[in-house]
């Protein structure tokens, strides 16, 4: 467990990649001077994210700061939303409609294979997957320079329950 003060570990660059995803799906919501939530790629979590006025302290809840002890992707969004860091919108619109959950899903978690995947499409649609990657570069290096600490530890969301069909009861005698 990450005690409150200590530094974070860097994130795999794939996680940059998810956090300017989700700006450029307007995912992340600012609650106040210190709060904000970001909705996972599958809307089934909402993830909270608690940052100092100047950024280098955060708290986030998601598996990856929670369970790995590296600033996961909500926590960089959030970053990114205050306007700490700012990518060109042409990057974070590349990435917007991405499904992280079941890309990391389909390749188990192979961050060098979601990349690739993600950077194919990308190609495909039009996009310069070099620029992507430059700019997902740049935000760690940012990142690296910040060295943030850790917030106080907030428990990770529960996922959402799936819809719930109804059910007929059958009656006895």
């Known amino acids: 467990m990450a005690l409150s003060g200590t530094q974070w570990k860097m994130p795999p660059l794939v996680k940059v990649?998810?956090?300017?995803?989700?700006?450029?799906d307007g995912r992340v919501r600012?609650?106040?001077g210190r709060r904000a939530t970001v909705v996972?790629?599958?809307?089934?979590?909402t993830y909270e994210v608690e940052?100092?006025?100047?950024g280098r302290e955060i708290a986030s809840n998601d598996n990856a700061s929670y369970w790995q002890g590296y600033v996961g992707y909500p926590a960089i969004a959030v970053l990114i939303a205050r306007g700490f860091y700012r990518p060109p919108a042409n990057v974070t619109d590349a990435?917007?409609?991405v499904?992280?959950?079941?890309l990391n899903g389909k390749f188990k978690n192979d961050w060098a294979r979601t990349i690739a995947e993600v950077e194919k499409a990308l190609e495909q649609a039009g996009h310069d997957p070099d620029a992507v990657r430059s700019e997902a570069e740049a935000v760690?290096?940012?990142l690296r320079e910040l060295q943030p600490v850790h917030g106080k530890r907030i428990p990770p969301p529960a996922e959402k329950p799936a819809a719930k069909s109804r059910q007929q009861t059958p009656t006895g005698n």
């Open 95 to 97: 990435l917007a409609g």
């Open 99 to 102: 499904a992280w959950k079941e």
């Open 40 to 45: 996972s790629s599958d809307e089934s979590k």
């Open 17 to 24: 990649y998810e956090a300017l995803g989700a700006i450029g």
């Open 51 to 54: 940052t100092s006025a100047d």
């Open 30 to 32: 600012i609650e106040d």
């Open 140 to 142: 760690l290096s940012f």
